[in-house]
């Protein structure tokens, strides 16, 4: 196995001013692992209940995602409900009931553990520091958390911190994480955590990549009809590691095209609700999308 993504799948039934749906497929390892898909191999550590429709296990299956680390309880799936308004970057978390996903208690099966490539979405950063201690040997362990955890459990956060090359957080975040205002400042003293590459999801305004000695901004790529932006955060994650797992060495060049990579996937995500947008997709969608990011931001 290639990759390893450690999150939540999920049913989410989302509003927008486009329309409401009501139980359909998400959580950020089925975001992520579909992203990633397009570039390697990629599989699900997570727990679902028995209420989880089948015809999302075959889904995942249709792009090689491999299940053999995702759980079935007895109960309900993780059930996210949420509202967006007419900015897209900001919406309302309105139910949210962990169900099975209360309980999870990552476990890695045995092909899992020698992964290169690791991400640990966003979940309890206890259940990030008993993932750690089941891998081998990876080349890269990236992560990404949230205000709540930031919140309740920094101890275990800073303790992940240490033992990771890579978060991939949004603007909010990185701030309330240091403390800074100003979004470099705010990377770079992430950087001395332990992390030794950031990177800083901007919504709408695009990315930054930071290190100790690169710095690389990019936009988001222009999407006319943004329909729902759930997911988006967890499918530029999957594009960023997928395209590293593939270009196989964390060289700059690499780590930019990867940021490239993750913007334009999630611009195919927001396009729809859930995965619809996505699985209609296919690799050359993706490179031609990436060609016509070149010429947008070429001077």
Not at 44 to 69: N, Q, T
Not at 152 to 161: Q, V
Not at 218 to 238: H, K, L
Not at 261 to 288: H, K, N, P, Q, Y
Request: negative net charge; glycine residues 8%; contains cysteine.
């Amino acid at each position: 196995m290639d990759i390893v993504v450690v999150g939540s799948v999920a049913l989410d039934s989302v509003e927008t001013p486009e329309r409401r749906v009501k139980d359909v497929l998400g959580g950020s390892a089925v975001y992520f692992s579909w992203a990633a898909s397009y570039f390697s191999r990629v599989g699900i550590v997570g727990v679902i209940g028995d209420d989880f429709p089948a015809r999302h296990i075959e889904l995942l299956k249709s792009r090689s995602v491999d299940l053999e680390g995702l759980k079935k309880s007895a109960g309900r799936t993780f059930h996210w409900v949420g509202k967006y308004g007419s900015n897209p970057n900001e919406r309302e978390t309105l139910s949210v009931c962990l169900n099975v996903f209360e309980g999870f208690r990552p476990e890695l099966p045995p092909q899992y553990r020698s992964a290169d490539y690791v991400f640990l979405a966003n979940i309890d950063p206890d259940l990030h520091l008993e993932v750690l201690s089941q891998l081998e040997n990876p080349k890269l362990i990236a992560g990404d958390t949230m205000d709540f955890w930031i919140e309740t459990k920094r101890t275990s956060l800073m303790k992940t911190f240490k033992k990771i090359e890579m978060m991939i957080l949004n603007d909010s975040e990185v701030r309330q994480i240091t403390g800074e205002t100003n979004l470099i400042k705010a990377g770079r003293a992430l950087l001395s955590l332990g992390p030794g590459i950031v990177i800083v999801k901007r919504g709408e305004n695009g990315a930054l990549l930071i290190g100790e000695d690169f710095l690389f901004s990019i936009p988001a790529y222009p999407v006319e009809n943004v329909v729902d932006p759930t997911g988006a955060g967890d499918a530029f994650a999957g594009g960023v590691i997928g395209s590293l797992a593939r270009a196989g060495a964390m060289k700059e060049e690499n780590l930019r095209s990867a940021v490239v990579c993750g913007t334009v996937v999630a611009s195919f995500c927001v396009e729809d609700f859930s995965l619809d947008r996505l699985r209609s997709v296919s690799e050359e969608d993706i490179m031609s999308r990436i060609e016509d990011f070149r010429h947008l931001t070429d001077f």
